[in-house]
T-cell receptor
Framework: GDSVTQMEGPVTLSEEAFLTINCTYTATGYPSLFWYVQYPGEGLQLLLK?????DKGSNKGFEATYRKETTSFHLEKGSVQVSDSAVYFCALGNAGGTSYGKLTFGQGTILTVHP | GAGVSQTPSNKVTEKGKYVELRCDPISGHTALYWYRQSLGQGPEFLIYFQGTGAADDSGLPNDRFFAVRPEGSVSTLKIQRTERGDSAVYLCASSLGGDGGNEQFFGPGTRLTVL
């Protein structure tokens, strides 16, 4: 079945540091890939997505590129801010077969950014 | 416009009791999903509705769990004979359709605690 593996956290960085959170996946067919973020006290919200190979999703300075050859969708940001402190989830949505677009999530990575 | 809403936000119950959790999706969204999120984990799929019908209930852990969406809008997740292991945050999400590329919008969740 489909699965998502994220780098284990927590990740602690200083403000303006470079961020990478690794994500790899296993899936049949041609899934879409997502990064969701959960800020403290808030619900899950979509950060960015890519729907086909080599697509790059971007939002709020974050980027991730859909790499089919390495089955990866790593999240990057060049300069993190304290306000980026949150839990980040990599997910895949697979419309193939009977999946009906349900999302399969990684376990989440806690990011803490210090001033 | 209004996002996905879930009630109650918190539910504390005793082992063996019956609970109902409600989800109001975004108006016009035909696809509705239930997920369960245990502490420190990513959300896990429970059930998917397209309109009134449950198109995929493969994630329901056992026959104590049941969900309905009688008019294709509001959905209720029902748990019979609750067990301590059912304690988790139950998330509802909706999207325009069941395609894997459609963004799913999540509600704030219901935190269920079974004593």
């Amino acid at each position: 079945g489909d699965s998502v593996t994220q780098m284990e956290g927590p990740v602690t960085l200083s403000e303006e540091a470079f961020l990478t959170i690794n994500c790899t996946y296993t899936a049949t067919g041609y899934p879409s890939l997502f990064w969701y973020v959960q800020y403290p006290g808030e619900g899950l919200q979509l950060l960015l997505k890519a729907t086909k190979a080599d697509d790059k999703g971007s939002n709020k300075g974050f980027e991730a590129t859909y790499r089919k050859e390495t089955t990866s969708f790593h999240l990057e940001k060049g300069s993190v801010q304290v306000s980026d402190s949150a839990v980040y989830f990599c997910a895949l949505g697979n419309a193939g077969g009977t999946s009906y677009g349900k999302l399969t999530f990684g376990q989440g990575t806690i990011l803490t950014v210090h001033p | 416009g209004a996002g996905v809403s879930q009630t109650p936000s918190n539910k504390v119950t005793e082992k063996g009791k019956y609970v109902e959790l409600r989800c109001d999706p975004i108006s016009g969204h035909t696809a509705l999903y239930w997920y369960r999120q245990s502490l420190g984990q990513g959300p896990e799929f429970l059930i998917y509705f397209q309109g009134t019908g449950a198109a995929d209930d493969s994630g329901l852990p056992n026959d104590r769990f049941f969900a309905v969406r009688p008019e294709g809008s509001v959905s209720t997740l029902k748990i019979q004979r609750t067990e301590r292991g059912d304690s988790a945050v139950y998330l509802c999400a909706s999207s325009l359709g069941g395609d894997g590329g459609n963004e799913q919008f999540f509600g704030p969740g219901t935190r269920l605690t079974v004593l």
